[in-house]
């Protein structure tokens, strides 16, 4: 499973064609028209570094990467969460089909009072306490858990204690966000970030296994 990043699109049959490579309907060349306005506003609209003044392109360039990054982050760690309250919602409200269940009240009291009121690492705990979760997985939500808490709550996160009692990686190298020994602001650093996320997504769709009843520790 690692190192196989789409391993879903087998599942589903999603296969890309060639032939379909330069061909965008009316809409997706309406799509794209906006993401490059989007991208303007929102200021990572890196292909137009030329527009700036010389003196402030490296800094501009280096929030842009920073914020591309920022952004993949707080939306991996999102997707986890919300499979992870999926999965508590089956458990506590099995049955029908999810959409189905949207419906009714009771599921929408569940959610707005419960789920909505519960942190990933307490959904999570749960989690493992009823399903077979290996150490690597849970270790690998908690440090991409821990990962979002310092990018969501800090414009600077390498400023964070956590980052600074770590140190210099080398010496007169500075002091920067790591993320399994790799610089997150990095190219290699960020590959190895979605390559985690990718695995525990994966194990979320197609690996999660109840424990059987002899090992789950209390009577549920």
Known sequence: MAGERYPLSRKFDIQFQPEMADSLTAKQRRLTRELEEISKVVRVDYWNIL???RAARTPVLEVMKRELIRGEVVGQYTLIDDLLSTELCRYFLPGKNLIVQWKTRKFRRFNYYVIE?????QKLAFLKDVYNVP????SKIEEINALRNAMAHAFFPENLRAYQMKGRPAPRKPITVRYRGHDLFTAGGVKTFVDDCSEVVDFLFLQLKRRRRANVPFLL
């Not at 009121?117 to 690492?121: F, S």
């Not at 150490?135 to 849970?138: A, D, E, L, V």
């Open 135 to 138: 150490k690597p997985i849970s």
């Open 51 to 53: 527009q700036r003044e």
């Open 117 to 121: 009121r519960l942190y990933l690492t």
